[in-house]
């Protein structure tokens, strides 16, 4: 993975919490609240500093359309975060997603190296298998008794993806800590 590890075991005692907190509320309420995607991105913001300071990391060329710049890492994640809303937010207006999804995603990925993009992507789909087979076992069990009232049971084809993006975020800093650069 290209993550360092110590980037990852950096971030992922502050991002862990906020994860569990995205999972409960979108399965409670089928909202993730925008409060948890402020904290996920201040969260990168002030950690970042200390796990990638751009002052005492190499500098990575790239392009920005046509011209071409030369940014500290933690410039190039904190790129993500506006790539990724953009495209979020398209996807919204499409109706392929919802905008809290879309809003995670984006605070998410600034967290996530771009040389781990395809691990990433194994990780999101097992994620989603797990969380999609996971959600509706329990919810067709006497599991469901244990919280009767969430919103998720009765949403129909409707299904919490903040259960299947917070754990993949999660599960991709804990394999960052362990096979990080």
């Known amino acids: 993975m290209h993550i360092p590890a110590a980037a990852a075991a950096w971030f992922l005692p502050f991002v862990l919490p906020i994860c569990f907190y995205v999972a409960f509320t979108d399965m409670r309420d089928m909202r993730i609240k925008n409060h948890a995607v402020y904290a996920l991105t201040l969260i990168f913001v002030v950690i970042g500093l200390f796990a990638i300071p ?3 990391t190499d500098w990575l060329s790239g392009n920005l359309g ?47 190296w771009s040389g781990d993009l395809r691990v990433m992507m194994l990780i999101l789909m097992a994620c989603i298998l797990a969380a999609v087979v996971t959600h509706r076992l329990a919810k067709h069990t006497p599991l469901r008794a244990i919280a009767p009232h969430w919103e998720s049971w009765d949403r129909g084809k409707q299904f919490p993806m903040g259960l299947a993006l917070a754990g993949s975020l999660a599960m991709y800093l804990i394999l960052g800590t362990v096979l990080g650069s």
């Not at 190039?76 to 809290?100: K, P, R």
């Open 54 to 56: 751009p002052w005492s």
């Open 66 to 112: 046509p011209l071409s710049v030369s940014l500290p890492i933690y410039a190039w994640q904190l790129l993500h975060i506006v790539v990724i809303l953009l495209l979020g937010i398209i996807l919204n207006a499409a109706g392929v997603m919802g905008a809290g999804d879309a809003k995670f995603m984006a605070a998410a990925s600034a967290f996530i």
